[in-house]
């Protein structure tokens, strides 16, 4: 596979063997001393020692900061800034799936913006406060799921209200993604199942949301395309090819839901900061249920996510049936109550995610109690 360029939004470095070019970039932008923020999972895989490694035989003196939830909260950003000043560093990277690059990114943005973290939520206006220069950005994925290496925005939660925060601005894109397929290669099935429905879920949400969009929407729908050709194949028998492609339709279902979320993720948000459940698989058991109530008033879009899919009836039911199946042939569950969902956190799930940023943006409006209906079906 060669290494592929694309400018959209920003450079991406796409192809097996691009992290290897990130030592010449570095140089070539006289940046020597970069803080790399990972997850500790990643932290201790052999490609980052061997990059690490590299980056070393390069004169690169690396910083690595690794303490970080796997569902992030503003404590971990706080932690990471204090690595920052206390090792004058000049770059940050961040390397890892979701949570990794969301506290890398909202690292960069604490560096030169040192009021309380949320006051620049951008849910109430923050964003108009985020004027000063930020550092150099990097990003590299090692999941194809959250597609967080193109985005401009990162999610963290309240440590004590658990409640998800979006921190937004077009300065916090990365200046380049080196989007490697083979640092997925050795992911467990598992997680590959989990963040590749994330990955679905950011492309039909985006895809439904309200705001009009075309060009996001038929990005979303190649995005569906693609990980209906390789989901399966990339969890049960993974090749090259189907991991590049899960790769790529990550980055396009985070292309695509600048148009915006919906339901599945409102529902998903809370699992997380309540119960600390993988985001990826919070999206994925809820995906279904939150594709059913949307499809009233949605037909004709459903018709073409069924078309997509190459469904022999091309109704909203077909695709939620679609699902159930997709979730089952990748060893996903079916019901919250396998994760460890109990019927006592359904209030608290069901005021978390009336309160959540993404419903809004759904096509229909979602109630406290269609939240809590969901919850008891999903259960």
């Known amino acids: 596979m060669s290494i592929l360029q694309y ?12 992290v290897q070019e990130l030592g010449p970039y570095l140089k070539k932008h006289q940046l020597g001393a970069p803080l790399i923020v990972t997850d500790p999972t990643v932290a201790q895989l ?7 490694s590299r980056l070393a035989a390069q004169s690169i003196a690396v910083e690595i900061f690794s303490e970080i939830h796997k569902n992030p909260v503003k404590s971990d950003v706080y932690k990471g800034t204090d690595y920052w000043d206390n090792t004058k560093r000049d770059c940050i990277i961040g390397i890892g799936g979701g949570a990794a690059i969301d506290v890398a990114r909202a690292i960069v943005l604490r560096v030169n913006h040192r009021e309380d973290l949320f006051v620049y939520d951008d849910l109430i206006g923050g964003d108009v406060f985020v004027t000063n220069d930020v550092p150099h950005f990097i990003t590299i994925p090692t999941t194809a799921g959250t597609g967080s290496e193109v985005g401009r925005s990162a999610i963290i939660a309240d440590d004590e209200t658990h409640q998800k925060k979006i921190l937004f601005s077009p300065k916090l894109l990365a200046k380049i993604i080196f989007a490697d397929p083979e640092l997925t290669y050795d992911l467990p ?23 009009h969009h075309p060009l996001c929407e038929g990005i979303a729908l190649e995005g569906i395309s693609l990980i209906h050709q390789s989901l399966e194949t990339a969890v049960n028998k993974p090749t090259p090819q189907a991991r590049a492609n899960m790769l790529i339709a990550s980055l396009m279902g985070a292309v695509a839901f600048q148009k915006g979320l919906g339901v599945v993720h409102s529902l998903a948000h809370p699992l997380s900061s309540l119960l600390d459940t993988h985001h990826g698989l919070a999206n994925a058991i ?31 039911e077909a695709v939620v049936n679609y699902l159930f199946q997709l979730n089952s042939d990748i060893h996903i569950p079916h019901h919250l109550k396998e994760i460890g969902v109990k019927p006592e956190h359904l ?33």
């Open 7 to 18: 400018n959209f939004p920003t450079t991406i470095r796409f192809g097996a063997g691009a």
């Open 46 to 52: 052999p490609f980052f020692k061997q990059l690490i």
């Open 189 to 211: 099935a598992f997680i590959t199942a989990a963040t590749g429905m994330d990955a679905l879920t950011h492309n039909m949400e985006a895809y439904l949301a309200k705001m």
């Open 286 to 316: 809820n995906l279904p249920y939150g594709m059913e109530f949307n499809i009233a008033g949605a037909e004709d879009k459903f018709k073409r996510i069924a078309q997509v899919l190459a469904l022999k009836e091309l109704t909203g």
């Open 347 to 379: 209030e608290t799930l069901s005021d978390l995610a009336i309160a959540d940023f993404a419903h809004p943006n759904n096509h229909k409006p979602v109630s406290r109690e269609n939240f809590k209906e969901l919850y008891h079906k999903a259960l």
